[in-house]
């Protein structure tokens, strides 16, 4: 069975302006590289479309075309994707060369689509196009699947010497029984209607037995042995041509204990290597690295030497950096100094096989030699002399740190930055970690001829012997709901996605997993970018083998699309502004009432998007504001707010809030109470308790003016 993967990147805005289509066309599968004078430029090369390579001969990289990355089978397309698989058949009759067929699923906003045959392409079969010239080809849009076919040659030289060189020539082959080969680029361009990216999603499939990955195909009968470990998935493909010199279970060893042990950050989620045969084929280097996570190497490696072929193409999968024409001998330095040292921590090589590895560094050829000045380069120094100087780096950074800090502190921050590396950001990684001494050092090294040392098996067992301190950062998995938290006006909760959507003024934080993997206590110093400026860091001490979480946090105040950073790994994340809430309904309680009473009015909003809403409600009556409230909500949400509003006027009062119809309230007039002139009769008094009340002393008296007047008169 063949097999398939995918990867989609959305590479296109159409703005669409008075109903014509804006002049937006994109190339998928094209790079753009620009051209400076600065003595410390961007160590890239040339506008083909190639994939980033890293090869074991040290050949020049090449910029990586947009939209072709490799992933999981997305599905049937919908209307903002326009899809491509490129299947690959292989022809046992003609060695060397494939028969490939695009087989393109169209979008209903794409209104033209165009596409070229790579180089080397020869011109087979089409529908749904019409031929332009020799290599460019237009959609007649009478089918939403054009397909394309053309054969392609795949065998590929290259002359080069030095350490990873071989008495061979070939790159890439092909033979009557399999075909290993770097897929051909798919240039192709397209307008289309609407406001949003049309995602170009690439997928790559095999015709019979064969493997992809995201830039190399295999094309044969082979077995598949797969690891997961530390967050990678190894995929090894070992062909039924090839003769393995070590067991794939032990490949696999090697290969997840150096995933563990080298904390660098960008662990990519899957590593796809292919055991090249050599029986018919003489390669001309041991092994290749290309894309971000392919890679191939000669089925005769062993795992007992310095010169770990396996473990330098896996450390070229962690280079996330970009370097600088002054910082180029780092990309192939590291890696030889890694494999190296990963195979003397591994016990697959002895002490002095891994001194007299770095001990190449100071052979006489290189006297002249300024790393930072590639002018100066003779033979292969950033492999040989680079790597005795990561050697010599990493040691003193260790003594300096009393073990705390390794170039594997430098590495990481290198994969962390956005921009390509200078010499001066170099320099000041090793300050940052090391102190000036190390900065010093490191200027020496890579800025002048100095000579450089190996160390004695005394020396390393003192600085190298107990295991350092490995700490490592990672983001929370996907799916973790505790690992992501939204805070703000609107919400506080958590979310279980490493895609965040988000409105402006939520705080987004994220709890970073770090860990120690290593035999001593070690400071761990994490930040988190956005769009490449650090907004948040932390630090502290973190025992050995123990592990923790330390929070980042940042605030997003204005809308648009943000690329969140930690230590080399990305999470995207959407800020759009809060939606409108709306009031819905209004109730009033109660509906008749006297002057001067207060009536509540209860307002019912409604938030029926997928988004927190916000609303500022005001309160009206007989159309005359009242008061008024701001009020947040939650996506899918409905809320009730209440208002006390007094009644002066009798009559009927209509109240109102938001846009829905206003209630009425009949309001009743108060009674007024009038007094009458009337004979008011003497009231009756009467007293409670004991003792004369007030009212017996009055009727005392009166008897007794009576009893005076009577015997007066007598």
Do not use: K
Request: net charge negative; aromatic share 6%.
């Amino acid at each position: 069975m063949g097999e398939v993967t995918r990867g989609a990147v959305a590479v296109l805005v159409v703005v669409v302006l008075s109903g014509s289509i804006a002049p937006a066309v994109t190339v998928a599968d094209s790079a753009a590289a620009e051209t400076t004078v600065d003595t410390d430029v961007p160590a890239s090369a040339d506008q083909s479309g190639s994939p980033s390579r890293q090869l074991s001969a040290g050949v020049d990289q090449f910029g990586l075309g947009v939209g072709d990355t490799a992933g999981s089978d997305t599905g049937q397309q919908d209307d903002g994707t326009l899809g491509l698989t490129q299947r690959f058949h292989r022809l046992p009759e003609r060695p060397g060369t494939v028969r490939v067929r695009l087989a393109y699923s169209v979008p209903a906003r794409v209104v033209s689509m165009r596409a070229a045959l790579p180089d080397g392409a020869t011109f087979v079969s089409q529908r749904g196009f019409v031929r332009d010239n020799e290599t460019h080809f237009r959609w007649r849009a009478t089918t939403q699947q054009p397909t394309l076919t053309y054969d392609y040659r795949i065998n590929e030289t290259i002359d080069r010497t030095g350490p990873h060189g071989t008495d061979g020539r070939a790159l890439y082959a092909g033979t009557g029984q399999w075909a290993l080969f770097e897929r051909p680029p798919t240039p192709t361009y397209w307008e289309a209607t609407g406001g949003t990216p049309i995602v170009f999603d690439r997928g790559s499939s095999t015709a019979g037995p064969g493997a992809a990955g995201e830039w190399l195909v295999y094309l044969g009968e082979h077995e598949l042995h797969e690891r997961t470990a530390h967050g990678q998935r190894f995929r090894l493909v070992v062909p039924a041509a090839a003769t393995l010199s070590e067991r794939p279970s032990a490949i696999l060893d090697a290969l997840a204990n150096s995933s563990d042990a080298l904390r660098v950050g960008d662990r990519d989620e899957t590593v796809f290597l292919i055991a090249a045969p050599t029986g018919p084929v003489e390669w001309g280097v041991r092994g290749v690295q290309t894309g971000d996570t392919d890679a191939w190497v000669r089925d005769t490696e062993p795992l007992d030497q310095p010169d770990n072929a396996w473990l330098h193409e896996y450390v070229h999968t962690r280079q996330a950096f970009t370097p600088t024409s002054r910082t180029a001998w780092f990309t192939e330095a590291s890696a030889s100094y890694y494999a190296s040292l990963l195979s003397l921590e591994q016990e697959s090589v002895a002490f002095e096989a891994f001194r007299d590895r770095l001990a190449r560094g100071t052979h006489p050829v290189y006297d002249g030699v300024v790393l930072s000045n590639v002018s100066t380069w003779e033979g292969a120094p950033d492999y040989d002399r680079g790597s005795l100087v990561a050697g010599e780096l990493d040691r003193r950074l260790r003594v300096a740190t009393d073990r705390e800090r390794t170039l594997q502190d430098v590495f990481r921050e290198m994969n962390g930055q956005q921009q390509p590396v200078s010499q001066l950001d170099f320099l000041e990684l090793l300050a940052t970690t090391g102190g000036t001494s190390v900065l010093d050092e490191g200027q020496t090294y890579t800025e002048t001829t100095a000579s450089v040392e190996t160390w004695n098996r005394t020396t390393h067992a003192a600085v190298f012997g107990q295991l350092p301190a490995r700490v490592g950062y990672e983001l929370p998995p996907a799916g973790d709901a505790e690992g992501y938290r939204i805070t703000g006006p609107y919400r506080n909760e958590t979310v279980a996605d490493d895609s965040i959507q988000l409105v402006t003024g939520e705080r987004l934080t994220v709890d970073t997993l770090v860990s120690n993997a290593g035999g001593t206590a070690g400071v761990y110093n994490v930040s988190m970018r956005v769009n490449g400026t650090v907004v948040d860091e932390t630090s502290g001490q973190i025992e050995a083998g123990e592990s923790t979480t330390a929070p980042l946090s940042h605030r997003f105040p204005t809308p648009g699309t943000y690329h969140v950073v930690v230590d080399g790994e990305r999470l995207n994340v959407t800020v759009q502004r809060p939606v409108r809430a709306n009031v819905v309904s209004l109730d009033v309680e109660p509906t008749t009432a006297e002057q001067g009473d207060t009536v509540v009015l209860t307002a019912t909003l409604y938030n029926g998007e997928p988004r927190p809403g916000e609303a500022t409600v005001v309160f009206t009556r007989d159309s005359e504001e009242v008061g008024r409230r701001h009020v947040t909500m939650p996506a899918y949400n409905r809320t009730s707010i209440e208002r006390e509003i007094s009644l002066p006027r009798p009559g009927a009062v209509s109240l109102g809030a938001g846009t829905v119809p206003s209630v009425e309230v009949m309001v009743r007039p108060n009674r007024v109470r009038t007094m009458t002139a009337t004979e008011t009769p003497t009231p009756t008094a009467t007293s409670r308790g004991d003792g004369a009340g007030p009212g017996v002393v009055t009727l005392v008296v009166a008897l007794s003016v009576l009893w005076v007047a009577l015997r007066c008169r007598r």
